[in-house]
């Protein structure tokens, strides 16, 4: 498991370093939202609508697994290397993320870009909210950018498969925390996607992913300690990150590196696998 293996100071720029730094040619940002299905939102017309200058459109739906019927898993290293290529992102570029919600899917892309060896990367602190809450520029156009050599290097540490989560869970080898809600976690609630069991996997810890954020912001490193113990988690020990469909698993990773324990394995599979897998055991009362 990855330990220590980011500075928690680089994990955020502010509204005004990016501004000061938006036409640096080494640095690309990113416009990552996403959005619930159910939410009815398409992210990528309200990025055309109006995104920070420069930033290039990221498609988590898009830039995924395509051989697969479960929601945005990760592509393989060519694909990923293609799509990166295509956007303009090369190696030694620096990334900076940000999400039109503040912090809810921009930690996807931050994940993604570290599977695949990316280092420099940081999340814009209140995301899209802030930046038009203080007048920032914006633009309507999709911005063009040369098309650069991208190597991706993937890191197996950072990703979890079903039978690595299941091995956990029997040995306790690592602590799985799912980031779903406590109703859907207890199986008091239904699932958004359908076909799935309710319930949780036996022996995992619930962190629901909005006692990591307040008012659209990553909590403070101490607030976020105190999370953690209050799910039972230790942070100094290994985690795989799981919720729904693998993406506000990414938040628990983010929130570990911001807390200075490195960022957490993400189950990518989530609940989107395990619940509609009749092979792997569910439980229903609270843990």
Known sequence: MPHNSVDPE???????????????????????????????????????????????FFDIDGIADKSTDLPHMLPDPVAFSAAMRKLGFGDGMRAVIYDSAGLFSAPRLWWTLRVFGVEDIAILAGGLPRWKAEGRPLEQREPSRPAAHFTARLNHGLVADAAEVKKALETKSAQVVDMRSSERFRGVAP?????????????????????????????????????FN??????????????????????LSFALAAAGHGPSS???GSWSEWGARADLPVATEAA
């Open 266 to 268: 993400v189950y990518d």
């Open 191 to 227: 699932e958004p996607r359908p076909g799935l069991r309710s319930g949780h996997m036996p022996g995992a810890f619930n962190l629901p992913f909005s006692r990591l954020v307040e008012q659209d912001r990553l909590k403070q490193a101490a607030e976020l300690e105190a999370e």
């Open 10 to 56: 680089k994990l955020f720029v502010s509204t005004d370093w990016l501004e000061a730094h938006l036409s640096d040619p080494d640095l690309m940002a990113f416009d990552a939202s996403w959005h619930m299905p159910a939410a009815g939102r398409d992210p990528r017309a309200e990025y055309l609508d109006g995104h920070i200058p420069g930033a290039v």
């Open 230 to 251: 209050a799910a039972g988690i230790d942070p100094r020990l290994p985690v795989i990150a799981s919720c729904g469909s693998g993406l506000t698993a990414c938040i």
